[in-house]
């Protein structure tokens, strides 16, 4: 059990270009959650996988941002045309089963220049 | 909607100490889970201790507790003997219980409480 872990950890990019990352969960965990968390806040749901079924969207996930979990294994999230305001960590967690604890993994710190 | 607040934006307490940090929280739920969890700089997040609301017992993880009052939706943390260690921001967590087929299982955060310890 290697944990949750996200790549990249750090991305620095200019104003409309379009970043990816990735969230490998812990295996056999088949919930996958994603979080924006920009300084001074709490944590703020996006969206969240059952396999590779995506349950819940907040609507915080604008038109621009996409997420996907191939074969229910690990998850991109996309975000096309950043804007500056998209500029916060984004958090990746895993749960085994619907109740259970969620795992975060240390994520991806984005800036948008 | 849920909401989670917590009014100590920051805390600090000398080593071997007991602090307590604040959590409110707002629901029209009867069952639920809350949680607190530890994120230290630089590193992930972790849980620290749950508390299902059906459970009138408080939680207790060694040197971590809650006081959890349901009917004054009061959810506060006790850490005893604090330790060097202990230093991080502290997130206040809820989740619903009530989980449909079509999600519901989100966390929802209070803007957390940066604890910091004194030697």
């Known amino acids: 059990d290697t944990g949750v872990s996200q790549d990249p950890r750090h991305k620095i990019t200019k104003r409309g270009q379009n970043v990816t990352f990735r969230c490998d969960p812990i295996?056999?965990?088949?919930?996958l959650y994603w979080y924006r968390q920009t300084l001074g806040q709490g944590p703020e749901f996006l969206t969240y996988?059952?396999?590779?079924?995506?349950?819940?969207k907040s609507r915080l996930l604008s038109d621009r941002f996409s997420a996907e979990r191939p074969k229910g294994s690990f998850s991109t999230l996309e975000i096309q045309r950043t804007e500056q305001g998209d500029s916060a960590m984004y958090l990746c967690?895993?749960?085994?089963?619907?109740?259970?604890?969620?795992?975060f993994g240390p994520g991806t710190r984005l800036t948008v220049t | 909607a849920q909401t989670v607040t917590q009014s100590q934006p920051e805390m600090s307490v000398q080593e071997a100490e007991t602090v307590t940090l604040s959590c409110t929280y707002d629901t029209s739920e009867s069952d639920y889970y809350l949680f607190w969890y530890k994120q230290p700089p630089s590193r992930q997040m972790i849980l620290v201790i749950r508390?299902?609301?059906?459970?009138?017992q408080n939680a207790t993880e060694n040197r971590f507790s809650v006081n959890f009052q349901k009917a004054a939706k009061s959810f506060s943390l006790k850490i005893s003997d604090s330790q060097l260690g202990d230093a991080a921001m502290y997130f206040c967590?809820?989740?619903?219980?009530?989980?449909?087929?079509?999600?519901?299982?989100?966390?929802?955060f209070g803007t957390g409480t940066r604890l910091t310890i004194i030697p």
């Open positions: 967690a895993s749960s085994l089963e619907m109740g259970n604890e969620q795992y």
């Open positions: 996988f059952q396999n590779e079924a995506q349950l819940e």
């Open positions: 967590a809820y989740r619903s219980a009530f989980v449909s087929s079509f999600g519901n299982e989100k966390l929802t």
């Open positions: 508390q299902e609301a059906y459970k009138q």
């Open positions: 295996s056999e965990h088949n919930r």
